[in-house]
């Protein structure tokens, strides 16, 4: 009896493991390490908490005390505030940033972040102010110090369309796991039903 009553537990327990380590394979290259490093990081721990608050919320709360009860409404804008969460926070972007920072940083020659604080003005790939940044004086110009206006450039809307995506395929996942609950009631409820006719 325990064991029948732990399975979806350990069910739960594997299918979160997988889920949050395939994230964490394509975006490491230095091993267990490299995984550490990563697991540790807030956007990371930000991605898994939320998708799985997301997912149970909606699968053991929004599914059979409001759509089952057709309370529609209240429904769909809980469900709409959890798309605008996942809009706004973008998780996966965050969480894949980090591994273009680490790559970028690679690239650029930098053991650790602190590195660039320890260079002096103008020590760039050997000396000289780096390309397409002009310097004066050993300082950033106007034109390239941080918060200076570019003509013709502004802000670009971003979407995190594979953090969207993941919002969808758990709200999906969460639906056909109450669909397959409901239908396996209503089952149980008709052999009953039959039972208690063949012995009236």
């Known amino acids: 009896m325990i064991s029948i009553k732990a399975s979806p537990v350990f069910l739960h327990l594997f299918a979160w493991l997988i889920f949050l380590t395939i ?3 394509f975006m490491t290259q230095d091993g ?9 990081t807030f956007p990371y721990l930000q991605f898994c908490f939320l998708y799985i608050l997301i997912f149970y919320v909606h699968t053991e709360v929004l599914i059979p005390r409001l759509f089952i009860e057709k309370k529609y409404i209240l ?3 809980i469900l709409l505030f ?3 969460s996942v809009f706004v926070l973008k998780p996966f972007d965050k969480l894949v940033s980090i591994s273009r920072a680490e790559r970028g940083m690679e690239m650029n020659g930098f053991n650790r972040p602190n ?6 003005p103008g020590d760039f790939n050997g000396g000289g102010p ?6 004066r004086d050993g300082q950033p110009s106007n034109d390239d110090r941080p918060g200076s206006i570019i003509p013709g450039s502004g802000p670009a809307l971003h979407f995190d369309i594979t953090g969207i995506f993941i919002f969808f395929m758990m709200i999906g ?7 397959i609950k409901q239908w396996r009631v209503s ?3 008709a052999i009953l039903a039959e039972a208690q006719k063949a012995t009236a």
């Open 23 to 25: 994230p964490l394979i």
């Open 32 to 40: 267990t390490q490299g995984i550490l490093k990563v697991v540790a």
């Open 75 to 77: 429904y769909w804008l």
């Open 82 to 84: 959890m798309l605008a």
């Open 115 to 120: 590195d660039f604080n320890h260079r002096p």
């Open 130 to 135: 780096p390309p397409d940044r002009p310097y």
């Open 173 to 179: 996942l969460g639906s056909a796991i109450q669909a």
């Open 187 to 189: 089952e149980k409820r």
